[in-house]
């Protein structure tokens, strides 16, 4: 009965958008969940901007369970609503926005999970979609930016995260969520002028880990500088610092302070709010979003759904960040 209250294309013979399925009509909690209760991209038959999961964690180093979180992040994500007041933009009104459903990923081979993550991305850019991926653990960023960079060369990139995940191998293992940059860095995959972390706290196994990943050209936004200088002036270097670039977004969502996202692999103490990064995200308005991914919810270590609740904000902040790009263009 649910499935007949949720429009189609086909059935309403529209070039609207479909929207998510009508809360008055069908209360949030009822239903399969899709993100924001959006229509299934195989219902809308194409669309501008495509919610793909991810569920792969076999990079992560110590707490498991990241496989769950595209599962979870559709389920925190049913109390998301249509209008967004702080950019001003309905995303699902302006463009459409539909969930991808989750790519099948080979739980036992990394290398072949990265490709097929890869195939999967191509499949939606090939079909007109920007991608908004919810992970997953930050390994997967890898073929996500090998893919950015086949279609605009290398990119900037701003990486939220505690930790600066440039290191070079765990175990002799190359592919982990604590090296993808590092990876990405010597594939060329990014612009090196235009390369930011933000959130970085937290002890490192050494100094050298600072001086290799300033050699790759990253800049440190520490979480420290943040509570130091503000929203504000940080979103305003921020900018300069990508200018007009294709910009790649990943946010590893232990970026916030374990007290907004307990539920996640590595967390670390002294953390952003999740106020602070949806300011920050905000501050970015009008920037050349090209793909963004948000990552390392590992529902088995969350309470009442904090982190996939502040996942779920963080990618519809991402959502409309892209809407509000394709309105204006
Ligand atoms: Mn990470």
């Not at 189609?8 to 929207?19: I, K, N, Q, R």
């Not at 008055?24 to 194409?46: H, M, N, Q, Y």
């Not at 369970?65 to 702080?86: D, K, T, V």
């Not at 949806?278 to 090209?290: D, H, K, P, Q, S």
């Amino acid at each position: 009965m649910i499935e007949a209250t949720t429009a189609t294309a086909a059935s309403t013979g529209s070039t609207e958008p479909v929207g998510p399925v009508d809360s008055s009509k069908v209360p949030r909690f009822a239903g399969i969940a899709t993100f924001a209760r959006l229509p299934r991209l195989e219902d809308v038959g194409r669309a501008d901007i495509a919610v793909m999961g991810v569920p792969f964690d076999s990079g992560v180093s110590y707490r498991p369970g990241a496989r769950f979180a595209p599962a979870q992040i559709r389920e925190a994500s049913r109390l998301l609503r249509p209008y967004h007041p702080g950019l001003d933009v309905s995303p699902f009104a302006a463009v459409q926005v539909a969930d991808a459903g989750d790519i099948a990923c080979n739980p036992y081979n990394i290398p072949e999970a990265l490709d097929a993550v890869q195939e999967g991305a191509s499949t939606l850019l090939d079909a007109g979609s920007k991608i908004v991926t919810i992970g997953g653990d930050h390994t997967i960023a890898l073929p996500l930016l090998r893919e950015m960079k086949r279609r605009h060369g290398p990119v900037a990139l701003l990486h939220f995260d505690a930790h600066l995940d440039t290191w070079d191998t765990y175990f002799g293992a190359d592919y982990t969520h604590g090296t993808p940059f590092r990876r990405a860095f010597e594939e060329d995959l990014l612009d090196t002028e235009a390369l930011a972390h933000a959130g970085i706290r937290g002890p490192l196994y050494s100094k050298d880990d600072l001086t290799d990943d300033a050699r790759m050209g990253f800049g440190i936004t520490t979480a420290m500088d943040i509570m130091n200088e503000g929203v504000p002036a940080v979103v305003q270097a921020l900018r300069e610092r990508i200018g007009d670039r294709p910009l790649y977004i990943s946010i590893d969502i232990d970026c916030l302070d374990p007290a907004h996202a307990p539920g996640t692999g590595t967390p670390e103490a002294g953390g952003m709010t999740s106020r602070e990064l949806l300011a920050i995200l905000r501050g970015l308005a009008g920037t050349n979003i090209v793909g963004a991914d948000v990552v390392e919810v590992a529902p088995a270590y969350d309470h009442a759904d904090i982190t996939a609740i502040a996942a779920s904000h963080v990618a519809y902040e991402l959502v409309s960040l892209m809407a509000l790009n394709g309105r204006s263009a």
